[in-house]
Structure formats: C-alpha cells, structure tokens
C-alpha cells in the first residue's frame, strides 16, 4: 500500500525538476499537474547512487509515458524530508 503522495505541478518529468517527498519514503504516488498520476520508487543503482524509478502512465492529454528510470542528480535532506534533484532519465 502507497502511503506517501508527491504532487509535482506538471504532467512530465524533467532533468532539474524537484520532487518534495518525506524523508523515510521508498515507494510513493506522484500527483501530476493534469490530474494523472503514478507510482515510484527511489532505489538504489549498481554504485550506490539513488535513483526513481517512475511507472508509465497516461496523461489527461492521452500521452503514454513508458515506465523510465531517472538518475537523481541531488538529494537534500532536512528533517523528516528530502528533496531531489533529477538528471536524465536512463535509456
């Protein structure tokens, strides 16, 4: 069960985009902008670095966004939340 809710004023994902989330949350729901949302984890890759992984969706629109894989550029902590940062989203 998702416990956690993200919301994120737009519809896309984007390299520089901010994601707000409470610091203990691994899995979560993203609320975009259009109403749309989807699910996400923050794991780990190979190297230790974090990274989000965001299931497909579909936007208000009718775009389909695939299921993608972003590197998290930056990850700032401040009491019981985090902030991060994206980079790209790996191919």
Do not use: C, K, N
């Not at 416990?3 to 729901?29: K, M, N, T």
């Amino acid at each position: 069960m998702i416990e956690h809710v993200i919301q994120v004023p737009h519809s896309h994902l984007y390299p520089g985009l901010i994601l707000d989330a409470p610091a203990d949350a691994h899995d979560f729901l993203v609320q975009f902008g259009d109403e749309s949302e989807s699910r996400a984890q923050l794991l780990r890759d190979d190297t230790g670095r974090p990274v989000l992984r965001m299931g497909g969706y579909m936007t208000a629109r009718g775009t389909v966004v695939d299921e993608r894989v972003w590197t998290v550029r930056e990850s700032v902590q401040r009491g019981d939340r985090i902030r991060l940062r994206l980079g790209q989203s790996l191919p």
